[in-house]
């Protein structure tokens, strides 16, 4: 241990056999002492601050959003007031859209007939059978010289707005209308950000009903209780309380807006409130500041020291472990705490655990591949020796057609030796590359003294392909069955008479033999026939037979891509 740790070790009280979780729990406690000092200085503080004034606030911020929207209003009718005797003739819509334009917040300025048509506007007006009907125009047209609604009864805007109205009047005093100012609710500052406003506090419009006429959070806000708003609208401001669903209390309060009977509302719930309380700058941010940082220090160098340099140590040992070299051994964490020494010596186990059993495993492997390969040599063998006597009996007969039956024998069984032997002469037991060995089952059965006295010119093109033996014997075979109906009925001249074609097309492989030469030939029949049909079926494939124009005969096997996956691996 060096000088500064033990210096560190002394200061917190720490033993060099001290376990990590009591040096961190140490560390912290000390650390975040000052915070929780801080924060309970705080805390008391708040909720002193929210008892006394919690209720102040709510209505104090009420009566401002509510006067901020009262004065929007009330500046909108005087504006209509101003443009009522020039809004009428030809200019009328020019006139209203060019003090639209002048005002931004206004969103549109219209006048209507008594009948509710509108006259001129300084935007799109949205049609509305029942505007008469509307208890805003009803109320002009009964004699109330200004009003102003939350629910003008359509859309005027794609937001929330407050129609803001004045009774139009003929020279005799008769009702003629009216002028109409289209406010949107942001643009009176109703909802928008206030310093007197709690945090996490949410803001609506209701009206004389208690219902709510804008858009609004269900679980914030509740019906008011009967004679609330009648309340409000004497005293200027009132509130009431409404629990939550999820549990605890939400504040409400709410002042009258306009004489049309509308109100506006903020709820707020406790624990909002309490995180509202303010103390000066030095102990809301200084303080705090200054504790997070001592206690971020303080546990960044105890975790350094004590647990992560040592964890980072193990990790690039199990890293060396993960590349395969197992005979590194974690020495240098015997200066570590005890758990990181427990779990250097466990790791150091491993190591030598796994390094006995591979070298077992290796052993075990290179014997069964031993046996494997001696095995395939000897099945190979066994059927070399049955095809050399199929070949004495075959010089011993005089039928041809017995000779013919004796050959076709033996080029199948010359096709399964040669899998065996490309299975034990290879690099892996389990796989084959088809290329190289089409390319010698090809020759071997194309040799003279397999198929005639006379020998006969052959190409093979294969892609190259990895294929397990279970789908390599029927290939095998059924290339030979192929080849053989082909040479059968070869032409007597020399050439390239003989094609053989492998090819890999994504999903789909295919094996075509194509005969050239001669007069078109039909499709063979008899036992070929049927154990190509049973080969391409044992291969999930398809045979078909083609006769090409220029002569000849085409075999073509389509099949699926063969993979090698475990469980053909092991089935091999």
């Known amino acids: 241990m060096s000088g500064a740790e033990r210096q560190a070790a002394g200061r917190f009280g720490w033993h060099p056999s001290s376990p990590i979780r009591v040096r961190l729990a140490a560390a ?13 200085i705080q805390a008391a503080v708040a909720l002193r601050t929210e008892v006394n004034t919690r209720q102040e606030v709510l209505l104090l911020a009420v009566q401002r959003a509510a006067g901020i929207a009262r004065a929007r209003i009330e500046s909108a009718q005087v504006l209509l007031e101003t ?17 639209s334009e002048r005002l931004p917040d206004y969103a549109n300025l219209i006048r209507f007939d008594r009948t509710g048509r509108v006259m001129c506007a300084a935007a799109t007006v949205p049609a509305d059978a029942q505007r008469t009907q509307r208890p805003w125009f009803r109320r002009l047209a009964e004699g109330q010289a200004t009003t102003a609604s939350a629910a003008p009864g359509a859309e005027y805007a794609g937001e929330p707005v407050l129609l803001a109205a004045r009774r139009a009047q003929t020279a005799s005093g008769a009702f003629d209308g009216a002028f109409a ?58 509130r009431w309380t409404m629990r939550q669903a999820g549990g605890g209390q939400r ?20 624990e909002s409130v309490l995180r509202w309380a303010r103390l000066n700058p030095l102990s809301r941010l200084a303080l705090p500041l200054l504790a997070f940082f001592l206690a971020l220090g303080a546990v960044l160098y105890a975790a350094e020291r004590a647990m992560i340099r040592w964890i980072e140590y193990l990790q690039r040992v199990a890293a060396i472990y993960a590349r395969g070299r197992f005979t590194v051994r974690p020495l240098a964490a015997e200066k570590a ?77 010359t096709a399964l030796a040669q899998v065996y032997r490309a299975l034990y002469q290879g690099p892996d037991l389990k796989r084959v590359d088809l290329r190289p060995f089409l390319e010698e089952l090809t020759a071997q059965l194309m040799s003279a003294d397999a198929v005639s006295a006379k020998a006969v010119k052959t190409e093979v093109h294969a892609d190259p392909l990895v294929i397990d033996p279970d789908r390599l014997a ?8 192929a080849i053989s109906v082909s040479q059968k009925r070869s032409p007597e001249e020399r050439g390239t008479p003989l094609t053989v074609d492998f090819h890999v097309r994504g999903d789909t492989a295919e094996l075509s033999i194509h005969e050239a030469g001669g007069a078109p030939t039909t499709e063979p029949t008899g036992v070929g026939r049927t154990l190509m049909t049973a080969f391409a079926r044992q291969l999930g494939g398809a045979l078909a037979f ?27």
């Open 474 to 481: 029927p290939l095998a075979l059924f290339a030979v069955e």
């Open 28 to 40: 912290l406690a000390v650390a975040l002492l000052p915070v929780l000092v801080v924060g309970g």
């Open 546 to 572: 083609e006769t090409p124009a220029e002569g000849g005969l085409i075999t073509r096997l389509t099949f699926p891509t063969p993979e090698v996956t475990p469980e053909s691996l092991s089935g091999a």
């Open 251 to 270: 504040y409400i309060a709410a002042a009258p807006l306009a004489e049309a009977g509308l109100y506006v509302a903020i709820s707020a719930s406790r």
């Open 337 to 413: 705490p005890p758990e990181i020494r427990d779990l250097a010596a466990t790791l150091d186990a491993m190591a030598a655990a796994i390094v006995a059993r591979d070298l077992s495993l290796h052993e075990s492997l290179a014997q069964k591949d031993d046996l494997m390969r001696e095995i395939h040599h000897r099945v190979k063998n066994n059927l070399q020796v049955v095809s050399s006597l199929l070949s004495l009996q075959q010089r011993g007969l005089k039928d041809p057609a017995a000779r013919e039956a004796v050959m076709d024998t033996r080029q199948r069984i």
């Open 181 to 238: 100012a289209v406010i949107p609710l942001s643009a009176m500052q109703v909802g928008a950000p206030d310093l007197l406003k709690p945090v996490g506090s949410q803001i609506a419009v209701l009206d004389e009903d208690g219902r709510f006429v804008t858009g609004a959070d269900p679980s914030a806000f509740t019906l008011p209780p009967p004679g609330v708003l009648a309340e409000a609208a004497k005293t200027g401001s009132t």
């Open 83 to 99: 443009l009522g005797p020039g809004v009428i003739g030809l200019e009328c819509a020019q006139r209203l859209a060019d003090v």
